[in-house]
């Protein structure tokens, strides 16, 4: 190991990368004037509590902050390298991190994959909010079948949530990962929620999965044309 491999996965350099990244996303968050749809969104998560919270990867920077004090969360991380510094991050903006990833066009398989489920599961049933990318892994905005297998063996529903800011930075990369920048406009919106009966069989989940899809990709359009306006939406497909 090349001692730059060995100085990135240590512990305090990866510690250092994630107090960092929280506290600049923190700094992107109270410097963002923010417009949140629909109205009285919180009244409803209450009445359905503990729930899914599913989004986009690469758009889920500041979904943290969505959190009020007295919410309890868990996110799902992955078990890469680059998920340690995740994990670090959101464990200082005060939510749990379960760890694992899988194949989630199928479910939860491999890399500690049915474990997360598991503990996916015992967290909701706990009490917990549970959030994650809904993407099947490096297949932007194709939603997997995991996150509908958790809700039906759950009995929780799914929030499809979507949060962008005018002021970003897009990569041109699988995930279209949009990086906030701080003092601009913002929106959060969430789309209604996605039940999944727990007797679902393969063409409910499905159906589910459709329904997760398109109502990700509603709340990710409505919430670009809030934050850019639409002269500047107009030009984005």
């Known amino acids: 190991m090349s001692w730059v491999k060995h100085v990135v996965g240590s512990r305090p350099f990866q510690k250092t990368v994630g107090v960092v990244a929280a506290e600049y996303l923190r700094l992107v968050w109270t410097t963002t004037r923010l417009v949140i749809e629909p109205e009285g969104i919180y009244e409803r998560f209450d009445r359905d509590a503990p729930v899914i919270i599913a989004m986009w990867h690469g758009q889920h920077f500041l979904a943290p902050f969505i959190r009020r004090a007295h919410d309890r969360g868990k996110v799902l991380v992955s078990r890469h390298r680059d998920g340690e510094i995740n994990a670090l991050a959101v464990?200082?903006?005060?939510?749990?991190?379960?760890?694992?990833?899988?194949?989630?066009?199928?479910g939860f398989v491999g890399k500690g994959g049915v474990s997360a489920f598991k503990e996916m599961l015992s967290a909701l049933e706990e009490g917990y909010n549970v959030a994650l990318t809904a993407d099947i892994p490096k297949i932007a905005r194709v939603a997997g079948l995991g996150v509908v297998k958790l809700a039906s063996a759950s009995g929780r529903p799914i929030y499809p949530i979507a949060i962008a800011t005018r002021r970003r930075l897009e990569l041109n990369n699988w995930d279209r990962t949009a990086i906030n920048l701080p003092f601009g406009r913002g929106a959060g919106v969430a789309s209604e929620p996605v039940r999944v009966p727990a007797d679902a069989d393969a063409a409910a989940l499905e159906s589910a999965r459709r329904r997760l899809e398109t109502s990700l990709n509603a709340a990710t359009a409505r919430a670009y044309v809030l934050a850019d306006g639409p002269p500047e939406h107009a030009s984005r497909g």
Request: proline fraction near 0%; charged fraction near 20%; aromatic fraction near 0%.
């Open 91 to 106: 464990e200082r903006l005060g939510i749990g991190a379960i760890r694992g990833s899988g194949n989630h066009g199928g």
